[in-house]
Protein backbone atom coordinates (compact mmCIF):
# COMPACT_ATOMS: atom_id res chain seq x y z
CA UNK A 1 0.00 0.00 0.00
CA UNK A 2 1.83 3.27 -0.71
CA UNK A 3 1.62 5.80 2.01
CA UNK A 4 -0.40 9.18 1.15
CA UNK A 5 1.52 11.15 3.56
CA UNK A 6 4.63 11.76 1.35
CA UNK A 7 2.55 12.68 -1.71
CA UNK A 8 0.47 15.05 -0.14
CA UNK A 9 2.23 16.68 3.26
CA UNK A 10 3.48 19.93 1.61
CA UNK A 11 0.03 20.81 0.60
CA UNK A 12 -0.72 20.27 4.07
CA UNK A 13 -2.28 23.62 5.43
CA UNK A 14 -3.43 23.13 9.12
CA UNK A 15 -5.92 25.50 11.25
CA UNK A 16 -3.51 26.21 13.47
CA UNK A 17 -5.62 28.55 15.56
CA UNK A 18 -8.00 26.02 16.70
CA UNK A 19 -6.10 24.04 19.93
CA UNK A 20 -7.53 20.70 18.58
CA UNK A 21 -5.32 21.17 15.44
CA UNK A 22 -2.26 20.07 16.42
CA UNK A 23 -3.81 16.91 17.67
CA UNK A 24 -5.10 16.95 14.50
CA UNK A 25 -1.74 16.61 12.76
CA UNK A 26 -0.43 13.82 15.24
CA UNK A 27 -3.79 12.19 14.12
CA UNK A 28 -2.79 12.48 10.19
CA UNK A 29 0.58 10.92 11.17
CA UNK A 30 -1.21 8.02 13.35
CA UNK A 31 -3.78 7.49 10.24
CA UNK A 32 -0.91 7.20 7.77
CA UNK A 33 0.03 4.18 9.45
CA UNK A 34 -2.42 2.20 8.47
CA UNK A 35 -4.93 2.29 5.89
CA UNK A 36 -9.11 1.52 5.03
CA UNK A 37 -8.42 -2.06 4.24
CA UNK A 38 -6.58 -2.85 7.81
CA UNK A 39 -9.21 0.21 9.83
CA UNK A 40 -12.20 -2.39 7.61
CA UNK A 41 -10.63 -5.76 9.12
CA UNK A 42 -9.94 -4.28 12.71
CA UNK A 43 -13.41 -3.39 13.23
CA UNK A 44 -16.70 -5.56 12.02
CA UNK A 45 -18.67 -2.33 13.30
CA UNK A 46 -17.32 0.49 11.05
CA UNK A 47 -19.57 0.48 8.80
CA UNK A 48 -22.55 1.04 11.71
CA UNK A 49 -20.32 3.41 13.44
CA UNK A 50 -19.31 5.43 10.64
CA UNK A 51 -22.88 6.27 8.89
CA UNK A 52 -26.10 8.11 10.07
CA UNK A 53 -29.43 9.03 8.11
CA UNK A 54 -31.18 12.00 8.12
CA UNK A 55 -34.33 13.85 6.07
CA UNK A 56 -34.63 10.90 4.12
CA UNK A 57 -30.50 10.51 3.25
CA UNK A 58 -28.20 7.54 4.64
CA UNK A 59 -24.71 8.91 4.32
CA UNK A 60 -22.26 6.18 4.76
CA UNK A 61 -19.00 7.48 6.16
CA UNK A 62 -17.06 4.72 6.58
CA UNK A 63 -14.57 4.79 3.77
CA UNK A 64 -12.77 7.63 5.37
CA UNK A 65 -9.29 8.33 6.45
CA UNK A 66 -10.50 7.98 10.22
CA UNK A 67 -11.33 6.69 13.22
CA UNK A 68 -13.48 7.33 16.30
CA UNK A 69 -10.37 9.72 18.21
CA UNK A 70 -10.36 11.45 14.32
CA UNK A 71 -14.33 11.97 14.43
CA UNK A 72 -13.85 13.29 18.24
CA UNK A 73 -11.16 15.94 16.74
CA UNK A 74 -13.24 17.24 14.07
CA UNK A 75 -15.88 17.49 16.33
CA UNK A 76 -13.84 19.46 19.00
CA UNK A 77 -12.51 21.51 16.11
CA UNK A 78 -16.20 22.75 15.41
CA UNK A 79 -16.42 23.72 18.86
CA UNK A 80 -13.43 25.33 19.01
CA UNK A 81 -14.42 27.43 15.70
CA UNK A 82 -18.26 28.11 17.65
CA UNK A 83 -20.00 25.94 14.32
CA UNK A 84 -23.00 25.52 16.90
CA UNK A 85 -23.41 29.11 17.67
CA UNK A 86 -23.12 30.19 13.99
CA UNK A 87 -26.09 27.65 13.36
CA UNK A 88 -27.72 29.63 15.56
CA UNK A 89 -26.79 32.88 14.08
CA UNK A 90 -27.20 31.50 10.46
CA UNK A 91 -31.11 30.51 11.47
CA UNK A 92 -31.91 33.39 13.31
CA UNK A 93 -31.14 35.84 10.89
CA UNK A 94 -27.82 37.73 12.06
CA UNK A 95 -25.86 39.30 9.32
CA UNK A 96 -24.24 36.69 8.76
CA UNK A 97 -22.89 38.20 5.34
CA UNK A 98 -21.01 41.34 7.04
CA UNK A 99 -19.48 42.68 3.88
CA UNK A 100 -23.16 43.51 2.56
CA UNK A 101 -24.78 43.68 5.93
CA UNK A 102 -27.18 40.87 4.98
CA UNK A 103 -28.32 37.60 6.45
CA UNK A 104 -28.35 34.38 4.69
CA UNK A 105 -32.25 33.30 5.06
CA UNK A 106 -32.56 30.79 2.43
CA UNK A 107 -33.76 28.43 5.36
CA UNK A 108 -36.94 30.85 5.67
CA UNK A 109 -37.87 30.05 2.25
CA UNK A 110 -38.86 26.36 2.85
CA UNK A 111 -39.99 26.75 6.58
CA UNK A 112 -42.73 24.79 7.06
CA UNK A 113 -44.38 26.73 10.17
CA UNK A 114 -45.41 29.97 10.48
CA UNK A 115 -43.03 31.42 13.08
CA UNK A 116 -41.99 35.14 12.59
CA UNK A 117 -38.35 35.91 11.07
CA UNK A 118 -37.35 38.98 11.58
CA UNK A 119 -35.16 41.42 9.37
CA UNK A 120 -34.70 44.93 10.76
CA UNK A 121 -37.27 44.82 12.49
CA UNK A 122 -40.30 42.76 9.73
CA UNK A 123 -41.08 39.36 9.86
CA UNK A 124 -40.26 38.10 6.29
CA UNK A 125 -42.60 34.72 6.66
CA UNK A 126 -45.76 36.98 5.42
CA UNK A 127 -44.44 38.01 2.29
CA UNK A 128 -43.17 34.54 1.62
CA UNK A 129 -46.16 32.65 2.36
CA UNK A 130 -47.77 35.41 -0.09
CA UNK A 131 -45.41 34.84 -2.99
CA UNK A 132 -45.74 31.11 -2.76
CA UNK A 133 -49.40 31.67 -3.55
CA UNK A 134 -48.59 33.89 -6.35
CA UNK A 135 -46.52 31.03 -7.34
CA UNK A 136 -49.34 28.20 -6.86
CA UNK A 137 -52.04 30.71 -8.51
CA UNK A 138 -49.53 31.13 -11.73
CA UNK A 139 -48.68 27.57 -12.21
CA UNK A 140 -52.49 26.64 -11.98
CA UNK A 141 -53.66 28.96 -14.49
CA UNK A 142 -50.77 28.01 -17.13
CA UNK A 143 -51.67 24.15 -16.38
CA UNK A 144 -55.32 24.20 -16.36
CA UNK A 145 -55.13 26.19 -19.73
CA UNK A 146 -56.26 29.78 -18.25
CA UNK A 147 -53.20 31.64 -18.91
CA UNK A 148 -53.07 31.93 -23.16
CA UNK A 149 -50.59 33.69 -25.34
CA UNK A 150 -51.23 36.38 -27.95
CA UNK A 151 -53.16 34.40 -30.13
CA UNK A 152 -55.18 32.73 -27.56
CA UNK A 153 -53.28 29.34 -27.12
CA UNK A 154 -52.24 28.10 -24.26
CA UNK A 155 -48.80 28.11 -22.46
CA UNK A 156 -46.41 24.99 -23.66
CA UNK A 157 -43.03 26.12 -22.95
CA UNK A 158 -41.57 28.04 -20.28
CA UNK A 159 -38.22 29.17 -21.18
CA UNK A 160 -36.17 30.61 -18.10
CA UNK A 161 -33.60 34.08 -19.12
CA UNK A 162 -31.09 33.97 -16.20
CA UNK A 163 -27.77 33.19 -15.51
CA UNK A 164 -25.58 31.75 -12.20
CA UNK A 165 -27.79 31.66 -9.72
CA UNK A 166 -30.58 32.27 -11.27
CA UNK A 167 -30.18 29.44 -13.76
CA UNK A 168 -27.87 26.56 -12.48
CA UNK A 169 -30.16 25.35 -9.15
CA UNK A 170 -33.94 25.34 -11.30
CA UNK A 171 -32.27 23.56 -14.02
CA UNK A 172 -30.57 20.96 -12.02
CA UNK A 173 -33.76 20.68 -10.01
CA UNK A 174 -35.65 19.69 -12.81
CA UNK A 175 -33.54 17.75 -14.95
CA UNK A 176 -32.91 16.22 -11.56
CA UNK A 177 -36.82 15.68 -11.28
CA UNK A 178 -37.69 14.74 -15.33
CA UNK A 179 -40.26 12.15 -14.16
CA UNK A 180 -42.29 14.71 -12.44
CA UNK A 181 -42.52 16.61 -15.72
CA UNK A 182 -45.78 17.72 -16.75
CA UNK A 183 -46.19 16.20 -20.24
CA UNK A 184 -47.50 19.18 -21.81
CA UNK A 185 -44.49 21.77 -20.79
CA UNK A 186 -41.38 22.20 -22.20
CA UNK A 187 -38.65 24.08 -20.31
CA UNK A 188 -35.89 25.63 -21.96
CA UNK A 189 -32.88 27.73 -20.68
CA UNK A 190 -31.02 30.94 -21.55
CA UNK A 191 -28.53 31.28 -19.65
CA UNK A 192 -24.73 32.53 -21.78
CA UNK A 193 -24.80 36.03 -23.66
CA UNK A 194 -22.99 33.70 -26.70
CA UNK A 195 -25.71 34.18 -29.57
CA UNK A 196 -25.65 30.31 -29.87
CA UNK A 197 -27.39 29.93 -26.05
CA UNK A 198 -30.69 32.09 -27.02
CA UNK A 199 -30.33 31.26 -31.41
CA UNK A 200 -30.83 27.43 -30.27
CA UNK A 201 -33.78 28.11 -27.64
CA UNK A 202 -35.53 29.74 -30.97
CA UNK A 203 -35.41 26.46 -32.90
CA UNK A 204 -37.44 25.12 -30.37
CA UNK A 205 -40.02 27.59 -29.29
CA UNK A 206 -43.22 28.75 -30.41
CA UNK A 207 -44.19 32.39 -29.86
CA UNK A 208 -47.75 32.02 -29.73
CA UNK A 209 -47.49 29.69 -26.73
CA UNK A 210 -44.20 30.64 -24.68
CA UNK A 211 -43.51 32.05 -21.66
CA UNK A 212 -40.47 33.68 -20.76
CA UNK A 213 -38.95 34.31 -16.97
CA UNK A 214 -36.63 36.84 -16.63
CA UNK A 215 -34.62 35.80 -13.32
CA UNK A 216 -32.74 38.29 -12.06
CA UNK A 217 -31.93 39.10 -8.72
CA UNK A 218 -30.28 42.51 -9.69
CA UNK A 219 -32.13 43.15 -12.78
CA UNK A 220 -28.47 44.34 -14.01
CA UNK A 221 -26.41 41.34 -15.41
CA UNK A 222 -25.51 41.58 -18.99
CA UNK A 223 -26.13 38.63 -20.01
CA UNK A 224 -29.46 38.21 -18.91
CA UNK A 225 -30.71 41.67 -19.75
CA UNK A 226 -29.13 41.28 -23.20
CA UNK A 227 -31.51 37.94 -23.50
CA UNK A 228 -34.32 39.20 -22.21
CA UNK A 229 -33.91 42.11 -24.95
CA UNK A 230 -33.44 39.58 -27.50
CA UNK A 231 -36.30 37.61 -26.46
CA UNK A 232 -39.04 40.72 -26.67
CA UNK A 233 -37.70 41.39 -30.12
CA UNK A 234 -38.00 38.26 -31.34
CA UNK A 235 -41.80 37.98 -29.98
CA UNK A 236 -42.30 41.30 -32.36
CA UNK A 237 -40.34 39.88 -35.10
CA UNK A 238 -42.98 37.01 -34.92
CA UNK A 239 -45.78 38.77 -35.50
CA UNK A 240 -47.02 39.94 -31.48
CA UNK A 241 -47.45 43.52 -31.04
CA UNK A 242 -45.92 45.37 -27.55
CA UNK A 243 -49.26 45.53 -26.04
CA UNK A 244 -49.12 41.26 -25.89
CA UNK A 245 -45.47 41.14 -24.35
CA UNK A 246 -47.03 41.25 -20.99
CA UNK A 247 -48.92 37.63 -21.46
CA UNK A 248 -45.47 36.29 -22.15
CA UNK A 249 -43.02 38.03 -20.05
CA UNK A 250 -42.62 37.29 -16.60
CA UNK A 251 -39.67 38.66 -14.25
CA UNK A 252 -38.38 37.57 -10.59
CA UNK A 253 -36.45 40.18 -9.09
CA UNK A 254 -35.44 41.95 -6.29
CA UNK A 255 -35.01 45.09 -8.61
CA UNK A 256 -38.58 45.68 -8.97
CA UNK A 257 -38.13 49.47 -10.89
CA UNK A 258 -35.73 48.04 -13.19
CA UNK A 259 -38.36 44.71 -14.42
CA UNK A 260 -40.98 47.69 -14.83
CA UNK A 261 -38.10 49.60 -17.17
CA UNK A 262 -37.50 46.68 -19.14
CA UNK A 263 -41.71 46.92 -19.92
CA UNK A 264 -42.97 43.91 -17.16
CA UNK A 265 -45.84 44.77 -15.92
CA UNK A 266 -45.93 44.98 -12.33
CA UNK A 267 -48.40 42.21 -11.78
CA UNK A 268 -45.75 39.69 -13.19
CA UNK A 269 -43.04 40.38 -11.60
CA UNK A 270 -42.01 38.07 -8.43
CA UNK A 271 -40.26 39.44 -5.23
CA UNK A 272 -36.72 38.48 -4.42
CA UNK A 273 -35.18 39.52 -1.39
CA UNK A 274 -31.73 40.81 -0.42
CA UNK A 275 -31.15 38.44 2.15
CA UNK A 276 -31.36 35.23 -0.35
CA UNK A 277 -28.14 35.21 -1.91
CA UNK A 278 -28.21 34.11 -6.16
CA UNK A 279 -26.91 30.33 -5.77
CA UNK A 280 -29.39 29.68 -2.93
CA UNK A 281 -32.20 31.15 -4.77
CA UNK A 282 -33.98 28.23 -5.73
CA UNK A 283 -36.52 27.68 -3.03
CA UNK A 284 -37.75 31.21 -4.14
CA UNK A 285 -39.52 32.78 -6.92
CA UNK A 286 -36.14 32.00 -8.59
CA UNK A 287 -37.82 28.41 -8.45
CA UNK A 288 -40.86 29.74 -10.61
CA UNK A 289 -39.94 27.36 -13.63
CA UNK A 290 -39.55 24.12 -11.45
CA UNK A 291 -43.34 25.04 -10.13
CA UNK A 292 -44.30 25.65 -13.90
CA UNK A 293 -42.54 22.20 -15.04
CA UNK A 294 -43.53 20.06 -12.31
CA UNK A 295 -46.37 21.31 -10.75
CA UNK A 296 -46.94 23.50 -7.18
CA UNK A 297 -46.96 20.19 -5.29
CA UNK A 298 -43.64 18.89 -6.39
CA UNK A 299 -42.39 22.60 -5.48
CA UNK A 300 -43.66 22.09 -2.30
CA UNK A 301 -42.44 18.92 -1.57
CA UNK A 302 -38.57 19.95 -2.44
CA UNK A 303 -39.27 22.72 -0.07
CA UNK A 304 -40.23 20.39 2.47
CA UNK A 305 -37.47 17.65 2.20
CA UNK A 306 -35.07 20.89 2.50
CA UNK A 307 -36.58 21.64 5.01
CA UNK A 308 -36.03 18.73 7.17
CA UNK A 309 -32.90 18.79 6.39
CA UNK A 310 -32.62 22.32 7.32
CA UNK A 311 -34.04 21.29 11.23
CA UNK A 312 -31.28 18.43 11.67
CA UNK A 313 -28.64 20.75 11.14
CA UNK A 314 -30.28 22.80 13.49
CA UNK A 315 -30.69 20.44 15.88
CA UNK A 316 -28.12 17.45 16.00
CA UNK A 317 -24.90 17.53 17.62
CA UNK A 318 -22.13 18.14 15.18
CA UNK A 319 -20.51 14.42 15.59
CA UNK A 320 -24.39 13.11 14.50
CA UNK A 321 -25.09 15.87 12.16
CA UNK A 322 -24.62 14.91 8.79
CA UNK A 323 -23.97 18.57 6.65
CA UNK A 324 -21.38 19.13 9.52
CA UNK A 325 -20.11 15.77 9.10
CA UNK A 326 -19.23 16.36 5.69
CA UNK A 327 -18.02 19.65 5.96
CA UNK A 328 -15.94 18.66 8.67
CA UNK A 329 -14.56 15.74 6.67
CA UNK A 330 -13.86 18.00 3.82
CA UNK A 331 -11.62 20.13 5.84
CA UNK A 332 -10.01 16.89 7.14
CA UNK A 333 -8.87 16.13 3.97
CA UNK A 334 -8.15 19.83 2.62
CA UNK A 335 -6.17 21.16 5.25
CA UNK A 336 -4.62 17.80 6.96
CA UNK A 337 -4.15 15.46 4.37
CA UNK A 338 -3.44 18.23 0.68
CA UNK A 339 -6.34 17.45 -1.22
CA UNK A 340 -7.38 20.42 -3.20
CA UNK A 341 -10.18 18.88 -5.08
CA UNK A 342 -13.11 17.21 -4.05
CA UNK A 343 -15.41 15.04 -6.81
CA UNK A 344 -19.57 15.17 -6.87
CA UNK A 345 -20.32 11.65 -8.81
CA UNK A 346 -23.87 11.28 -8.99
CA UNK A 347 -24.97 7.51 -10.00
CA UNK A 348 -27.96 8.44 -11.55
CA UNK A 349 -28.38 9.81 -14.86
CA UNK A 350 -31.07 12.93 -14.10
CA UNK A 351 -28.77 14.02 -11.72
CA UNK A 352 -26.08 15.47 -13.94
CA UNK A 353 -26.47 18.71 -13.23
CA UNK A 354 -25.78 18.34 -9.65
CA UNK A 355 -22.58 18.87 -9.93
CA UNK A 356 -22.18 22.11 -11.71
CA UNK A 357 -24.96 23.70 -9.45
CA UNK A 358 -22.68 22.49 -6.62
CA UNK A 359 -19.51 24.22 -8.49
CA UNK A 360 -21.54 27.27 -7.91
CA UNK A 361 -23.05 26.95 -4.34
CA UNK A 362 -18.94 25.45 -2.83
CA UNK A 363 -16.55 27.31 -5.28
CA UNK A 364 -18.78 31.08 -5.26
CA UNK A 365 -19.10 30.74 -1.38
CA UNK A 366 -15.86 29.59 -0.29
CA UNK A 367 -13.65 30.53 -3.02
CA UNK A 368 -12.34 33.13 -0.53
CA UNK A 369 -8.62 34.05 0.93
CA UNK A 370 -9.11 36.84 3.39
CA UNK A 371 -11.49 36.03 6.98
CA UNK A 372 -13.66 38.17 8.07
CA UNK A 373 -11.37 40.85 9.03
CA UNK A 374 -10.06 40.88 5.96
CA UNK A 375 -6.89 39.55 7.41
CA UNK A 376 -4.65 37.10 4.49
CA UNK A 377 -5.73 33.20 5.61
CA UNK A 378 -2.51 31.44 6.18
CA UNK A 379 -3.80 27.99 5.21
CA UNK A 380 -5.97 26.77 2.14
CA UNK A 381 -9.70 27.02 1.64
CA UNK A 382 -12.62 25.95 -0.97
CA UNK A 383 -11.41 22.92 -3.07
CA UNK A 384 -12.16 23.05 -6.16
CA UNK A 385 -15.62 20.54 -6.53
CA UNK A 386 -15.97 18.92 -9.91
CA UNK A 387 -17.72 15.35 -11.47
CA UNK A 388 -20.61 13.90 -13.57
CA UNK A 389 -22.58 10.92 -13.78
CA UNK A 390 -21.70 7.60 -12.85
CA UNK A 391 -21.08 4.87 -14.86
CA UNK A 392 -19.98 7.72 -17.80
CA UNK A 393 -16.74 9.05 -15.56
CA UNK A 394 -15.43 5.44 -15.14
CA UNK A 395 -14.73 5.26 -19.05
CA UNK A 396 -12.86 8.75 -18.42
CA UNK A 397 -11.44 10.32 -15.31
CA UNK A 398 -12.01 7.87 -12.95
CA UNK A 399 -8.36 6.21 -14.23
CA UNK A 400 -6.64 9.44 -12.51
CA UNK A 401 -8.86 8.74 -8.95
CA UNK A 402 -7.87 5.11 -8.95
CA UNK A 403 -4.27 5.73 -10.19
CA UNK A 404 -3.29 9.55 -10.21
CA UNK A 405 -0.79 11.38 -7.73
CA UNK A 406 -3.29 13.55 -6.59
CA UNK A 407 -5.82 13.04 -3.50
CA UNK A 408 -9.55 13.83 -4.33
CA UNK A 409 -11.88 12.37 -2.36
CA UNK A 410 -15.37 11.49 -3.64
CA UNK A 411 -19.12 11.95 -3.07
CA UNK A 412 -21.17 9.35 -4.59
CA UNK A 413 -24.56 9.98 -4.64
CA UNK A 414 -26.64 6.78 -5.31
CA UNK A 415 -30.73 6.49 -5.73
CA UNK A 416 -31.54 2.96 -4.04
CA UNK A 417 -34.35 2.84 -6.87
CA UNK A 418 -34.74 4.09 -10.17
CA UNK A 419 -38.03 5.65 -11.82
CA UNK A 420 -37.01 3.82 -14.67
CA UNK A 421 -37.51 -0.55 -13.90
CA UNK A 422 -36.12 -1.67 -17.26
CA UNK A 423 -33.90 -5.00 -16.86
CA UNK A 424 -31.47 -5.15 -14.44
CA UNK A 425 -30.22 -1.66 -15.31
CA UNK A 426 -30.50 -0.20 -11.92
CA UNK A 427 -28.90 -3.14 -10.55
CA UNK A 428 -25.61 -2.43 -12.55
CA UNK A 429 -25.67 0.80 -12.19
CA UNK A 430 -25.68 0.66 -8.55
CA UNK A 431 -22.99 -2.34 -8.56
CA UNK A 432 -20.89 0.12 -10.01
CA UNK A 433 -20.97 2.92 -7.90
CA UNK A 434 -20.71 0.16 -4.92
CA UNK A 435 -17.17 -1.47 -6.99
CA UNK A 436 -16.24 1.98 -7.45
CA UNK A 437 -15.88 3.23 -3.87
CA UNK A 438 -14.54 -0.53 -2.98
CA UNK A 439 -11.31 0.13 -5.89
CA UNK A 440 -10.86 3.50 -4.71
CA UNK A 441 -10.72 2.07 -0.58
CA UNK A 442 -9.53 -1.30 -1.31
CA UNK A 443 -7.20 -0.79 -4.39
CA UNK A 444 -4.75 -3.78 -5.67
CA UNK A 445 -1.10 -4.60 -3.88
CA UNK A 446 1.64 -5.25 -5.82
CA UNK A 447 1.11 -9.15 -4.99
CA UNK A 448 -2.26 -9.24 -5.83
CA UNK A 449 -1.26 -7.84 -9.25
CA UNK A 450 1.44 -10.07 -9.68
CA UNK A 451 -0.90 -13.09 -9.01
CA UNK A 452 -3.32 -12.36 -11.42
CA UNK A 453 -0.76 -12.08 -14.72
CA UNK A 454 0.43 -15.40 -13.17
CA UNK A 455 -2.72 -16.67 -13.70
CA UNK A 456 -2.96 -15.03 -17.49
CA UNK A 457 0.63 -17.53 -18.04
CA UNK A 458 2.95 -14.50 -18.36
CA UNK A 459 6.47 -15.39 -18.11
CA UNK A 460 8.43 -13.98 -14.58
CA UNK A 461 10.09 -11.29 -16.62
CA UNK A 462 7.01 -10.32 -17.95
CA UNK A 463 4.89 -10.17 -14.67
CA UNK A 464 8.30 -8.39 -12.99
CA UNK A 465 7.63 -5.45 -15.89
CA UNK A 466 4.09 -5.01 -16.07
CA UNK A 467 2.79 -5.54 -12.47
CA UNK A 468 3.61 -2.13 -11.15
CA UNK A 469 1.54 -0.65 -13.99
CA UNK A 470 -1.26 -2.48 -12.46
CA UNK A 471 -1.06 -1.47 -8.87
CA UNK A 472 -3.94 0.56 -7.54
CA UNK A 473 -2.79 2.60 -4.44
CA UNK A 474 -6.43 2.29 -2.97
CA UNK A 475 -6.63 4.15 0.85
CA UNK A 476 -8.90 6.99 -1.43
CA UNK A 477 -11.69 8.13 0.66
CA UNK A 478 -15.26 8.52 -0.43
CA UNK A 479 -18.58 8.73 1.14
CA UNK A 480 -21.66 7.83 -0.29
CA UNK A 481 -25.09 9.21 0.22
CA UNK A 482 -28.06 7.05 -0.67
CA UNK A 483 -31.42 7.99 -1.03
CA UNK A 484 -34.31 5.77 -1.91
CA UNK A 485 -35.21 7.12 -4.76
CA UNK A 486 -35.01 10.62 -6.88
CA UNK A 487 -38.08 12.64 -5.36
CA UNK A 488 -38.55 16.05 -4.84
CA UNK A 489 -38.54 15.72 -0.98
CA UNK A 490 -34.78 13.60 -1.47
CA UNK A 491 -33.42 16.48 -3.84
CA UNK A 492 -34.51 19.05 -1.66
CA UNK A 493 -33.00 17.40 1.38
CA UNK A 494 -29.91 16.56 -0.77
CA UNK A 495 -29.29 20.71 -2.30
CA UNK A 496 -29.95 21.39 1.49
CA UNK A 497 -27.16 18.96 2.72
CA UNK A 498 -24.85 20.64 0.35
CA UNK A 499 -25.45 24.69 1.51
CA UNK A 500 -24.98 23.96 4.92
CA UNK A 501 -22.03 21.83 4.66
CA UNK A 502 -20.48 24.90 2.82
CA UNK A 503 -21.60 26.78 5.49
CA UNK A 504 -19.75 24.32 8.16
CA UNK A 505 -16.57 24.63 5.82
CA UNK A 506 -16.77 28.74 5.58
CA UNK A 507 -17.13 28.68 9.27
CA UNK A 508 -14.26 26.80 9.89
CA UNK A 509 -12.40 28.55 7.40
CA UNK A 510 -13.13 32.17 8.95
CA UNK A 511 -14.65 33.66 5.77
CA UNK A 512 -17.92 35.03 4.63
CA UNK A 513 -19.56 32.32 2.81
CA UNK A 514 -22.37 35.06 1.13
CA UNK A 515 -20.65 37.31 -0.89
CA UNK A 516 -18.81 37.04 -4.12
CA UNK A 517 -17.07 39.99 -5.11
CA UNK A 518 -14.48 38.03 -7.23
CA UNK A 519 -17.30 37.85 -9.67
CA UNK A 520 -17.34 41.59 -9.89
CA UNK A 521 -13.76 42.42 -11.72
CA UNK A 522 -14.79 40.19 -14.79
CA UNK A 523 -17.92 42.09 -15.68
CA UNK A 524 -15.97 45.54 -14.81
CA UNK A 525 -13.41 44.91 -17.45
CA UNK A 526 -16.12 43.31 -19.72
CA UNK A 527 -17.80 47.26 -19.47
CA UNK A 528 -14.41 48.84 -20.39
CA UNK A 529 -13.30 46.38 -23.85
CA UNK A 530 -16.81 45.70 -25.43
CA UNK A 531 -16.51 49.31 -26.79
CA UNK A 532 -13.33 48.51 -28.23
CA UNK A 533 -14.48 45.63 -30.14
CA UNK A 534 -17.65 47.62 -31.71
CA UNK A 535 -15.56 51.14 -32.36
CA UNK A 536 -12.63 50.32 -34.45
CA UNK A 537 -11.09 54.22 -34.04
CA UNK A 538 -10.82 53.99 -30.25
CA UNK A 539 -7.81 53.53 -28.71
CA UNK A 540 -6.02 50.24 -27.96
CA UNK A 541 -4.68 50.91 -24.28
CA UNK A 542 -4.55 48.03 -22.62
CA UNK A 543 -2.01 45.47 -22.39
CA UNK A 544 -0.15 44.09 -25.17
CA UNK A 545 -2.24 40.35 -24.98
CA UNK A 546 -5.04 42.26 -24.46
CA UNK A 547 -4.53 44.85 -27.55
CA UNK A 548 -3.41 42.07 -29.55
CA UNK A 549 -6.72 39.82 -29.66
CA UNK A 550 -8.70 43.24 -30.05
CA UNK A 551 -6.69 43.85 -33.07
CA UNK A 552 -7.66 40.81 -34.42
CA UNK A 553 -11.48 40.33 -33.46
CA UNK A 554 -11.35 43.63 -35.89
CA UNK A 555 -9.28 42.32 -38.53
CA UNK A 556 -11.27 39.31 -38.69
CA UNK A 557 -15.01 40.75 -38.34
CA UNK A 558 -13.79 43.67 -40.71
CA UNK A 559 -12.64 41.30 -43.28
CA UNK A 560 -16.22 39.86 -43.58
O1 LIG B 1 -29.71 36.97 -10.51
P1 LIG B 1 -28.70 37.92 -11.01
O2 LIG B 1 -28.69 39.21 -10.23
O3 LIG B 1 -28.86 38.17 -12.49
O4 LIG B 1 -27.29 37.29 -10.78
C1 LIG B 1 -26.85 36.13 -11.45
C2 LIG B 1 -25.48 35.74 -10.95
O5 LIG B 1 -24.65 36.87 -11.14
C3 LIG B 1 -23.37 36.94 -10.55
O6 LIG B 1 -22.43 36.55 -11.45
C4 LIG B 1 -23.20 36.28 -9.21
O7 LIG B 1 -21.87 35.91 -9.03
C5 LIG B 1 -24.07 35.06 -9.04
O8 LIG B 1 -24.07 34.71 -7.68
C6 LIG B 1 -25.47 35.35 -9.48
O9 LIG B 1 -26.27 34.22 -9.25
Same mark, same amino acid.
Given at each position: ????????????????????? !????????????????? @???????????????????????????????????????????????????????????? =??????????????????????????????????????????????????????????HIINIGIG?SFL?PK???????????????HHYIANIDPNDVAEAFKHI?? !??S?FIVAS????TIETKLNAETCRQW????????????????? &??????????? %???????????????????????? %??P???????????????? #?????????? #??????????????? &???????????????????? @??E??N?? /???????????????????????????????????????????????? @???????????????? %?????????? #???????????? =??????????????????? !???????????????????????????????????????????????????????????? /?? %?? =?????????????????????????????????
Open positions: MINQSNRTISGVTPLSQYPSS !EALLQEKQAIDQTNLKA @LFAEDSKRFEQFSLKAAGLFLDYSKNLMTPETLQLLGKLAEEAKLPEAIKRLFQGDKVNH =TEQRPALHMALRKQDDEAIWVDGQDVMPEIKATLAKIATLTQQVHSGKWRGYTGKPITGGMIIEGLTPYIKPDIKDP !ETLKSFSMLDQGAKAEDIAKHFLA &VSSNVDKAVEF %GIHPDNIYPMWDWVGGRYSLWSAI %GLIALTLGFDNFEALLKG #AYQMDEHFRT #APITENMPALLGLIG &VWYHNYHGATAHAVLPYDQY @LSLPHL /QQVDMESNGKSVNHDGETLSYSSGPVIWGDTGTNGQHAYHQLLHQGTL @LIPVDFVVPAQSHNDI %GDHHPWLFAN #ALSQSQALMAGK =TLDEAKAELAEQGLSTEEI !EKLAPHKVIPGNRPSNTILMSKVTPETLGALVALYEHKVFTQGMLWQVNSFDQWGVELGK /QL %GN =TLFPKLKDTDSPLDQDSSTNGLISLFREINQGE
